[in-house]
C-alpha cells in the first residue's frame, strides 16, 4: 500500500476511534436516568472497543512497519471485533425496544437476534476460523457470517416496522444498517484474494458512525 494511502487510513482509523470515545462520554453523561442512552453508551464503547483490538495494530503496522506479531495482533483483533459487533446488534435491538415500546411484534423476533448472534459467536470461538495464522478458511467466514447477515436483517426489519414514530427518524437506521453489511460482506469473502475489496471497511465504518450519530441527535428528543 502506497505510503500517502497508509495515513490517510491511520487518520481516518484515530479520528473514528477518538469519535467513538467522546460519544460514549456524551452518551453516558447525558443519560440523566434514561436507560436507552445508558445502553447507546455501552453499545458505542463496544463498538469502539472492540474495533481498536484491530485498528490499533493496523495503525501500527501502517506508520512503524510490521513486526513478528502483527499477524497475530490483526489476527486477534478481528476475532475480537467479531464478538463484539455482534454484541452491537444486541444492544441496537434493546435501544430499539426501548424506544418503541408501544410497536408489538412477534416474540419470535428478540428470540431469533439472540440465537443467530450466540451462533454467531460460539462460530468464532472454533480454532477452525485460524484467526492468529492470517489464512482463514473462506468456508468458517461464511458460516460465522451467515448467522450475522440473519442478525442484521431482523434489526433492520424492527426499524423498517416503527418507521418514523415520533419523528425519530429512525427508518435511516434501516439503509445505514444493511450499507454496513454491503460493504462489509465482500470484504470477508473477497479480501484475501483481492486486497484492494478492503477499502469498502472505510465506508462500512461510515455506516456505523451514521448510526452513533443517529444517536447522538436523539438525546435532544427523547
Not at 160 to 182: E, R, V
Request: aromatic share 14%; glycine share 8%; net charge positive.
Amino acid at each position: 500500500m502506497p505510503k500517502g494511502m497508509r495515513y490517510g487510513e491511520s487518520a481516518f482509523d484515530i479520528a473514528y476511534l477518538l469519535f467513538d470515545l467522546v460519544a460514549t462520554i456524551v452518551f453516558f453523561a447525558r443519560a440523566e436516568g434514561r436507560t436507552v442512552f445508558v445502553l447507546y453508551g455501552f453499545l458505542t464503547l463496544c463498538l469502539g472497543g472492540g474495533d481498536a483490538f484491530h485498528l490499533i495494530p493496523r495503525v501500527q503496522m501502517h506508520l512503524m512497519g510490521p513486526d513478528e506479531d502483527t499477524t497475530k495482533k490483526l489476527g486477534f483483533g478481528t476475532a475480537v471485533t467479531s464478538v463484539t459487533m455482534t454484541v452491537f446488534y444486541i444492544l441496537l435491538y434493546y435501544i430499539w425496544r426501548l424506544l418503541f415500546p408501544e410497536i408489538a411484534i412477534s416474540p419470535v423476533i428478540p428470540a431469533l437476534i439472540w440465537i443467530t448472534a450466540l451462533v454467531r459467536i460460539v462460530l468464532c470461538l472454533f480454532p477452525q476460523n485460524r484467526w492468529l495464522t492470517g489464512d482463514g478458511d473462506i468456508r468458517w467466514s461464511w458460516y460465522r457470517n451467515l448467522p450475522f447477515l440473519v442478525t442484521g436483517i431482523l434489526v433492520i426489519a424492527l426499524f423498517a416496522i416503527s418507521g418514523n414514530t415520533y419523528g425519530y427518524g429512525l427508518w435511516k437506521m434501516c439503509i445505514a444498517i444493511a450499507l454496513s453489511f454491503a460493504f462489509y460482506l465482500p470484504v470477508t469473502v473477497l479480501a484475501k484474494k483481492k486486497p484492494m475489496v478492503g477499502a469498502l471497511m472505510l465506508p462500512k465504518t461510515l455506516m456505523y458512525i451514521w448510526v452513533i450519530s443517529m444517536g447522538l441527535s436523539l438525546l435532544a428528543k427523547v
